[in-house]
């Protein structure tokens, strides 16, 4: 069985830890936990890193130590490392463009103005690498006017609201990762572009 490699988007340090932009991080942590795997720095692979054993696949996980705009960085010296071909990497980030409690599963694509995939896209000279993409909703316009505050909105904390959706998509991300090898491919991406937080 192929080993798995999981690359959640994010920035380091607590004072982005529960961000929106941090959903990367955040739901690889949920996993780990879920195994009882901590995340140690890897600085040969400029990211955190744990990894867990189950249904015969190892799987490895890692939060770039770089800062999101420069994710590409961690994925290069990740890829290099364990000489992968880039459809055994599945990058997980979050989507303003995505309504908040849904989730795309995209096997290519442009970076969509997002400045991770942009640096993985660079780094790499590909936009054909797995990504996991959950949304996030879109800014709130400035009072009166038209003007969108994208930035403070992705760096913004999730609410209390907006944490027991994302628990739910976590949950059924978490459980696609897991049918990796046991599933066919297509089951995967259906299971987790159909989700609908109001169903579960």
Do not use: C
Not at 15 to 22: A, E, F, G, L, P
Not at 33 to 39: E, P, T, W
Not at 79 to 96: A, E, N, P, T
């Amino acid at each position: 069985m192929n080993d798995i490699y999981l690359i959640g988007l994010g920035n380091p340090g607590k004072k982005y830890s529960n961000s929106r932009h941090n959903i990367g991080f955040l739901l690889l942590e949920n996993l780990s936990k879920k195994y009882n795997s901590n995340f140690l720095l890897k600085d040969k692979l400029k990211s955190f890193y744990s990894e867990f054993k189950t249904n015969n696949s190892t799987y490895r996980l890692f939060l770039p130590n770089t800062f999101m705009n420069n994710s590409g960085d961690a994925v290069l010296a990740i890829v290099d490392w364990y000489k992968i071909s880039l459809d055994q990497i599945f990058v997980i980030v979050d989507d303003k463009d995505i309504p908040l409690g849904k989730i795309r599963f995209r096997k290519k694509g442009s970076s969509g103005g997002h400045n991770g995939l942009k640096s993985i896209i660079e780094k790499l000279q590909t936009d054909n690498f797995n990504r996991i993409r959950i949304g996030i909703g879109s800014p709130s316009s400035t009072k009166g006017t038209n003007n969108f505050n994208t930035t403070s909105h992705v760096l913004g904390n999730i609410s209390q609201q907006e944490k027991s959706i994302l628990d739910k998509v976590y949950e059924r991300v978490i459980e696609s990762l897991e049918q990796l090898n046991t599933k066919k491919e297509e089951f995967i991406i259906n299971k987790l572009n159909s989700f609908d937080k109001d169903q579960t």
